[in-house]
């Protein structure tokens, strides 16, 4: 090659290189632009987003983006132009625009992992038939049925879990609360079965946020392998209940057979199995954090604790017959639980981004978010602002009692909003209530070692929780 040709060459690659960076860092749009930096080509910021802190506090990401830019900029993460929402005027827009303007998007990597059809992104019509089936099963009728499920398996686990010497709790709540929802969903029993499937979940689960390099070894491989062998699960055991129906106990399974019988039905066994897949792990991931969270909580806060305590024990004491099991009035009555449990989350954060794409061109106070960005609403932000939530950071959970939740979507988004707001959110609480019912009228618990908490931004317990949990001795009187 002659000097010439490899000079031209060179130039022409250098050239190349920039007008890309150029773009990179100034894409289209067809009016202002969100103030903020696309970080580097590909990559954009992806690493700041995810580099974890360890306090409650909003990601340093977006705390200090929101400095420098105002609460709404943009950024680039795994290889998706996206707006940052910290403003809870454009959350609220977000929300009530869901299937307009906007519709729900997660980055390809989560949509590879868990299906291409998951009720997460499907839309129009299948995604309110898919809404309407889990509904039959998590909406009112189906929890009061579940109450003394619920009741049972929590005395059940924490009976197991005072005969050893400690537990790890996000582990030990991880297990209950898996095994009460796939029994609901397809009367899995873990005992009975030979394959793990809550195994084949947490390999799919340590996985799920990692790079996406799928050879043996890595995490994401592992994951993926852990998806693969979970899915086979699920669908031997859909395959065995057709061969075998005519059980007495009704479940999700029956339900989805039923409808997959029908000449005109549009549902698919394919979409059916992603569909578990993704209650399952919605359930076994959040559920169990905010349970640990909650535990953690209230043994750092011994008055809140007593407070518990004392509401549960009064349930008790205004029963004619102190055995007997809890009725749904009771449920209904637990006040100060559910501020414990509205305090824990708002902390916890367990979603801290809600993703959406954009379906055109929207202008919004004088920005415009370009046809096909996505979008995150920002829970942290709006459960951390201070003129909401008077000294954002304490553990508080008077400061629920009498308030007003008017407009209840710009203040409290844990369970997100508008038509996508969580399915299970009354599932999630109704288990924590009754598992904490349990839990602070029999027991005791002393926290031994970890407990601490790493945002990624996720929140995780890095090094476990280990506690102690012993049944109270009435005749000594010893309180927890
Ligand atoms: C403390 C526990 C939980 C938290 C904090 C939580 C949080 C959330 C949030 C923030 C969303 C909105 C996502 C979005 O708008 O893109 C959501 C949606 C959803 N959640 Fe939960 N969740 C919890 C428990 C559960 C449980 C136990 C189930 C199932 C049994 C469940 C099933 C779902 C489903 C199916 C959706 C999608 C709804 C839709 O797209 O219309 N969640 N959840
Ligand atoms: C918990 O938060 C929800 C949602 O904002 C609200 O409707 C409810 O009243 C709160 N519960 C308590 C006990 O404050």
């Known amino acids: 090659m002659s000097a010439a040709v490899f000079c031209t060459a060179t130039v022409l690659i250098f050239v190349w290189i920039a007008r890309f960076v150029h773009k990179w860092r100034n894409p289209k749009c067809n009016g202002l632009l969100p103030p903020g930096s696309m970080g580097w080509p590909l990559l954009g910021e992806t690493l700041q987003f995810f580099s974890p802190t360890s306090t409650f506090d909003i990601n340093p990401f977006v705390k200090d983006r929101m400095k420098r830019y105002g609460p709404i900029f943009r950024t680039s993460l795994v290889g998706q132009p996206l707006i940052v929402s910290a403003d809870s005027d454009l959350n609220y827009f977000i929300f009530q625009q869901e299937g307009q303007l906007f519709e729900s998007w997660y980055p390809k990597t989560f949509t590879e992992i868990f299906g291409k059809q998951n009720v997460g992104s499907l839309h129009g019509f299948m995604y309110k038939y898919l809404k309407n089936m889990v509904l039959t099963l998590f909406g009112p009728e189906g929890l009061k049925k579940m109450l003394p499920d619920v009741e049972q398996a929590s005395n059940t686990y924490l009976k197991r879990w005072s005969t050893q010497n400690y537990v790890e709790l996000k582990d030990a709540t991880s297990s209950l609360i898996f095994d009460l929802t ?28 990692s790079f996406p390099l799928n050879i043996p070894g890595t995490a994401y491989h592992k994951c993926l392998e852990g998806r693969k062998k979970a899915m086979k699960v699920l669908k031997d055991m859909l395959q065995e209940r057709r061969t075998n129906p005519g059980r007495q106990q009704s479940d999700f399974f029956d339900y989805v057979l039923q409808e997959l019988g029908k000449e005109d039905t549009v549902l698919t ?62 449920f209904k009555s637990m006040t100060f639980t559910f501020q414990v449990i509205n305090e824990t989350v708002r902390l916890a954060n367990i979603a801290p981004g809600i993703f959406r794409k954009a379906r055109e061109d929207i202008n919004f106070k004088g920005y415009t978010i370009p046809a096909g960005w996505a979008i995150m609403a920002c829970p942290p932000v709006v459960h951390l602002d201070p ?23 710009r203040s409290f988004m844990a369970f997100g909003g508008g038509m996508r707001f969580c399915i299970g959110a009354d599932f999630a609480k109704l288990q ?20 601490d908490i790493l945002r990624t931004p996720g929140l995780q317990f890095p090094n476990g929780f280990n506690a102690q949990i012993s049944k109270k001795d009435e005749s000594v009187g010893v309180q927890i």
């Open 387 to 409: 003129a909401r939530y008077e000294d954002p950071l304490e553990y508080n959970p008077w400061r629920w009692k009498g308030l007003d939740m008017n407009g209840a979507t």
């Open 269 to 330: 066994e394919a979409i059916a199995l992603d569909l578990m897949f993704v209650l399952l792990f919605a359930s076994y991931e959040t559920t169990s954090i905010a349970l640990t969270l909650a535990i953690k909580l209230l043994l750092e806060h011994p008055l809140a604790l007593k407070e518990l305590t004392e509401e549960h024990e009064e349930i008790i004491r205004e029963r004619e017959n102190p055995d007997s099991s809890l009725t749904w009035r009771e």
């Open 432 to 451: 924590m209530a009754v598992f904490l019912h349990c839990f602070v009228t029999k027991y005791m618990c002393k926290a031994i070692s970890g407990g």
């Open 182 to 209: 796939a029994k609901k969903l397809i009367s899995y029993d873990p005992i009975k079965s030979s394959e793990s499937l809550r195994k084949h979940f947490a390999a799919f689960i340590e996985g799920l946020i």
